[in-house]
């Protein structure tokens, strides 16, 4: 009996399916790489049942592919060498909800939306923030972050425990439910980030935090980069808790205004979120108004009522729509390196530059407070000229980033977008990554191609 | 020519000594384990000679125990199979401090107190304080936090970036100077706490922290250790950016009364810092007073002064003391096991009480914002009966943790004395680890019998 039949047979044919709309729905993400689609889509309801697909698949050497919501940036959930495509949106449960402990404990399909609205009851939320509606398991998968981990983290900071089912299906526990261990090795550090090549995760005990009893979102416009910059080093050195602080370069503030017909400054701009107590905040808030004064801050406002709140953030909130708009028809490519903190200003200027000498319109986005910001295009996948453009650029930055102590990827992943720059970036570490692998994978089943490339 | 000798031809007779008293210096860490000799220990200068040591060590079946101050708790840097102690306190230079960045490079060597000496002149501290002044490397093997994690995260949180040389003497890097990354494998989180037994460090980047504006310290007696633990479960839910959060309980207190001649209410009490801005600092503590008022908080003090400070932390600072003070002739064995918070008062209460049918004097002392608390004993190494007692009641405290969800060390490591948690701790987890252990040093070489046993 084929693979595939063999699944049929245990998880019956609702649950194994070679519908072609099915298939193509598992044979993209969000980016601008090529699709490719899968043999057949799983839907695993339990570990037990993951554990006998990966069983079987690792004896027969099927490819097997992870596959959250697609909403990943660099390829992870393309399964190139076809296979299973392992989907877990059959596994979306909040399993438990620990408020004393600040833990929840989940299954892997369960969204980000999803998830603070269950949390919301107790009073908690889920502080990481990429955007997308994504699943905890895929960001879990590629190490996702946003706009909050400046004070609260990446996705790895926030994950103390997984259930993870190896290549050969033996189902293991990563970590524990305390805030703190040095016991054994960190496999939980190790498998966060490892994008489906090492294992598939079936349950997460996460980090949730207490519903701030207040925020308070500002926007803050400056003469130059350089200066927005300085201010975010001098705010994080006074240890101000900020929770968000997102830069736009004034390029970016020009396409919003054209979309939307307002008439914000066009002027690289801060946009900032405090959390704290009502008190505290309005100390915070007056102490980085005074350092944004220092470095030239022309126009700082700041909002304390949810609507006005986001009102002020609107054009950060726009910025993407903004240049979507502009360029029907086309699709969005983001890069995504991230800097050490004293090169974040030269870096910014330079990917305008380069931007401008590539022919190409984008946006300029910065989670200021990482080090970590990404160029917004929007490319004509038709036009292989726009595409080599595109691609030519986004390699300047990584290795303009790679040059100076930074990082190809901030928080999108590897995926097969990143992976060319793995050597250049870890040298003789890919090797040792590259051994990891082999150990965890010997038939090279899990994602093939993805961070080590082809 | 012997490995000995080989090594004083390339590092010369200072660098490479068989002499008894630097033999015995390296035999023993700060626990109660049992001492055993290397056959040499060897002072190297540059990554190049520890790699170069290695390629030696590898290729002849040489064992290498990496040696920073020998402040460990567990064995860690006691060469149980003899060979090489490989002792990093010639390669003690800050090499490079990077304000803007939020960064500091050091080589292994360098002790906390040392870095924060440095970093000062920056306006920069480092936060990791696990109590010894013990040396970076070392607090890198082990994970160390301590007092400051409930804020600023433990060791692993810190370390961007480090240099390692591998078995076979390759020279890597795990990471990047930016504040984060998905690029990878997270070969940093995976080395950090790995004991020396997958590489030794040779070069650290760190993060450290702007000095905060203002701290105050605060004290504050509870009826209970439940009031007290679900006083700080209300801290951390409403945000209070907490730097240090402690708990000693009654017995502990008594004991300081006795020996100081102090008159501290002899009740369970939490010892609180909160750094931050002058202003938000008054309203934090304000609120965390009243927080502590609603669990029947008897005794809430709190001081801005840095002397004043300090002696409203005298109990905490002299709790080991006045143990130590009662039992001459006796060593300190510290548990170390960490629970959810939830579990926190009741694995307190429970540790009182087992102290007590033990027949031994402890105190009891908790870096209660992490669940993680330590029981202190001391005892005579000359009585076995007395050395089993010990023994057993450590077991006890592992064995409740273990059963709630809990670890085995949350920061001192397993080294010798918690390997024969690890397989009720992590299942099958262990035999992944092992695996990895395996594939990074397949002759055993590096620091043989920690973590995994005999």
């Not at 980016?31 to 697909?53: G, N």
């Not at 402990?101 to 990481?128: A, C, I, M, W």
């Amino acid at each position: 009996m084929d693979y595939i039949s063999q699944l049929k047979e245990w998880l019956g044919h609702e649950r194994v399916t070679t519908n072609p709309t099915v298939l193509e729905h598992h044979s993209h993400d969000e980016s601008y790489h090529a699709p490719h689609l899968p043999d057949v889509v799983v839907f695993p309801q339990t570990a037990q049942e993951v554990s006998r697909i990966m069983k079987l698949a690792n004896e027969q050497r099927i490819p097997v592919t992870p596959f959250g919501l697609g909403s990943s940036l660099e390829g992870h959930a393309i399964p190139y060498s076809g296979g299973i495509s392992l989907d877990f949106s059959l596994m979306n449960q909040v399993l438990e909800v620990r408020p004393q402990d600040f833990l929840v404990r989940v299954q892997p399909g369960v969204t980000r939306t999803q998830l603070n609205k269950e949390l919301k009851k107790h009073g908690l939320f889920f502080s990481v923030d990429p955007g997308a509606d994504a699943t905890v398991g895929g960001m879990a998968a590629t190490n996702a972050s946003g706009t909050t981990s400046v004070r609260y983290g990446v996705m790895r900071d926030q994950v103390r425990d997984l259930e993870v089912v190896l290549a050969d299906g033996r189902i293991i526990r990563t970590g524990s439910m305390t805030a703190k261990s040095s016991s054994g090795y960190h496999l939980t550090g190790l498998f966060v980030g490892s994008e489906g090549t090492l294992g598939a995760f079936t349950e997460l005990t996460l980090r949730v935090y207490g519903i701030p009893e207040a925020t308070v979102a500002a926007r803050a416009c400056f003469p130059t980069v350089q200066e927005a910059v300085d201010t975010v080093v001098d705010i994080l050195a006074a240890g101000v808790p900020v929770a968000r602080i997102e830069l736009i370069d004034e390029r970016s503030i020009r396409q919003v205004n054209l979309y939307k017909e307002t008439s914000y400054p066009e002027q690289p701009t801060l946009f900032i979120e405090f959390h704290g107590s009502e008190q505290s905040l309005s100390h915070d808030v007056e102490f980085a108004q005074s350092i944004a004064g220092e470095h030239g801050c022309s126009e700082f406002l700041f909002e304390t009522d949810s609507k006005a709140r986001a009102q002020l953030w609107d054009v950060r909130h726009n910025m993407a729509y903004a240049f979507i708009h502009k360029s029907p028809g086309k699709k969005m490519m983001v890069t995504d390196v991230c800097v050490p903190f004293s090169e974040l200003a030269g870096a910014v200027v330079d990917a305008r530059q380069a931007i401008d000498r590539s022919g190409l319109d984008g946006a300029i986005l910065g989670h200021v407070g990482d080090g970590n910001y990404h160029v917004i295009l929007m490319i004509d996948l038709s036009d292989p000229a726009e595409v080599k453009r595109a691609e030519v650029l986004n390699a300047h930055l990584v290795e303009y980033a790679l040059s100076r102590g930074g990082t190809c990827t901030g928080e999108h992943g590897v995926g097969v977008g990143k992976a060319k720059y793995q050597r250049i970036e870890h040298g003789e570490a890919l090797d040792v990554m590259h051994s990891l692998k082999r150990v965890l994978d010997p038939n090279g089943i899990l994602n093939p191609g993805k961070i080590f490339g082809a």
